[in-house]
């Protein structure tokens, strides 16, 4: 039997390197030309190395050297072809965003294959199976969401290059939907109970403009009662996302009377306005980022307009803005508010004449932030369970469907899918199984761990 490595003192990642599209939810750096030009104050947890108390390295030691455990182990290696035969089917059926309806009704049917007979889909769209635990004192969720960034009509047929899947969504989160799977299976034929119940949930509306509709409806007021929260998304063995990375998204339009370009020249322009607008709060936001905790923003898609010889009855921009502090991200949208109403006011006073435009402010995203301290007991056997494979644990900020509950100080945390991969969120994501089964064994290590490992049953 393996055993952990002697170092309990693992240095931490400096987080002020963001994750890229190839990290669960989109985390971008800010844009060239738009870099703060003071260093962002670090989290307290990026000033300090997370430590593993020693008490939950021995934990993991004694549960992976019990025999129902090491079994579990073992049947995950033995299920190497048919998690990779999951993956490829889960892949395959489309799930692009707010269209989650086919892949999440073969879900169902494949997790009661695995073994669980208690699985239904909630009134948001969440399929949740549930295995009851011995004391059922609580309930620890274990989850991977199943839309995908890509529209209706992507190709998602998995083609095989060698030993590398290609396919667009064939790791995020194909792959933790599979590995979910496994889990539920070795613990079914290993035998492995817990005290309290562990719910397998596939989400719904973790990418995009699903704004975390998923497992905000899991978190909502009057919902379940939820223990733990733990997320199976991204890359890598020893990434702990424990830190939520918030924001707030926007879809602004400007609108007017419309026209002709030669003939009604003249006339107010709501694309004119919305460059002003632009300037506007990108002069002030960049000023506002440039100290204080790490905020970003981004004009990310424009349009509008029919034709180059009219002047557009409306334009539209979708903003986003991220913070890893809860009051610098009200206070840069605030900022941006009150910068679309000054900039509409400014333009509509340049026209003394004819009708004036109006701006219409939509927010389509919000995704709260916070932070979960290293000493949690999920967090630091989050960071165990790392270790005890060989792995030199990090404690990281992104933005996923852990981000509702992390905000509701509820203990969560999101891990990775192992293997190796890339593309994200591109047609040409790709993903290896190189070592993969590591990432199932740590994940049920996990889940035992936080839930607890019942008595074997005389």
């Known amino acids: 039997m393996k055993t952990p490595p002697a170092l309990v003192h693992l240095p931490i990642i400096p987080f002020l390197i963001l994750l890229t599209l190839s990290a669960c939810e989109e985390a971008p750096d800010t844009m060239p030309g738009e870099a703060v030009t003071e260093p962002a104050a670090p989290s307290e947890q990026e000033q300090a190395s997370p430590e593993i108390e020693m008490s939950y390295i021995e934990e993991m030691e004694r549960l992976a050297a019990d025999p129902r455990i090491e079994a579990a182990f073992g049947i995950i290696e033995e299920l190497e072809p048919r998690t990779m035969e999951d993956l490829v089917t889960i892949t395959e059926i489309p799930a692009p965003p707010f269209m989650e309806d086919e ?13 669980l007979e208690d699985v239904s889909r909630d009134e948001e769209g969440n399929i949740i199976g549930i295995r009851p635990g011995t004391v059922s004192d609580g309930v620890i969720v274990v989850s991977a969401h199943l839309d995908t960034v890509f529209p209706e009509g992507t190709d998602v047929t998995v083609e095989f290059r060698g030993d590398t899947l290609f396919a667009p969504g064939v790791g995020d989160d194909s792959r933790g939907l599979a590995m979910l799977l496994t889990v539920v299976r070795a613990m079914e034929q290993a035998g492995v109970e817990t ?44 990434r702990v996302i424990n830190q939520a990375l918030g924001s707030l998204r926007y879809r602004v339009t400007f609108s007017g009377p419309g026209g002709h370009s030669w003939g009604d020249f003249g006339m107010v322009n709501p694309a004119h306005a919305q460059g002003l607008a632009i300037q506007l709060f990108t002069d002030r936001a960049r000023e506002f980022v440039a100290s204080g905790p790490r905020t970003s923003y981004n004009v990310g898609r424009q349009g509008g307009g029919t034709s180059v010889n009219s002047v557009p009855v409306d334009v539209w921009m979708e903003v986003d803005m991220r913070s890893i502090d809860p009051d610098r991200l009200q206070g840069i949208g605030e900022l941006f508010r009150e910068t679309m109403h000054e900039s509409l006011d400014r333009y509509n006073a ?34 165990a369970a790392a270790a005890w494979f060989g792995g030199e644990p990090s404690l990281e900020r992104s933005s996923t469907d852990s981000n509702v509950p992390i905000s509701l ?25 190189e070592d993969g089964h590591i990432a199932i064994q740590r994940t049920l290590l996990l889940v035992v761990a936080e839930a607890g490992l019942a008595p074997e049953s005389d």
């Open 103 to 115: 892949r999440a009704d073969a879900y169902v049917e494949m997790l009661r294959d695995a073994g």
């Open 350 to 383: 340049r026209h003394d004449e004819g009708p004036h435009l109006t701006v219409e402010l939509d927010r389509v995203g919000d995704r709260p932030s916070g932070e979960i301290p290293p000493n949690e007991p999920l967090i630091q056997r989050a960071m």
């Open 195 to 238: 005290e309290q119940d562990v719910w397998f949930v596939g989400t719904v509306g973790e990418e995009g403009l699903g704004d975390l509709r998923g497992v905000k409806h899991l978190f909502r007021e009057g919902g379940p009662s939820i223990d733990a929260f733990l997320s199976v998304d991204g890359p890598g063995d020893d």
């Open 409 to 433: 100080g509820i203990p969560a945390a999101t891990v990775g899918r192992g293997g190796a991969g890339g593309g994200a969120h591109s047609l040409d994501e790709w993903w290896l199984n």
